[in-house]
């Protein structure tokens, strides 16, 4: 390990406790998160304001026909 090594540009954070300012970042990466949110829209309207105007929103969720998310699907009656 160097002691010049830089940060880890990975954080995990609770929402609603997003640290960031306004504007102050260039790329943010959502995964498997919005469907596990009881409000995933004041979610992403944060997300935008932490972007910089010409930043990246990038967001993975589930395939609700994988195995993986068919027990989530099934609790909230929506796996048909």
Known sequence: QHDDALP??????????????????????????????TNPGNFIQDCWRMLKSEGLLIIFGLNRFSLWAKP????NSLYT
Request: charged letters at 15%.
């Open 8 to 37: 880890s540009p990975n954080f995990i954070i609770n929402y609603g406790e997003l640290p960031f300012l306004q504007e102050s970042i260039d790329v943010i990466i959502i995964q498997h998160t919005l469907d596990y949110l």
């Open 72 to 75: 989530f699907w099934q609790r």
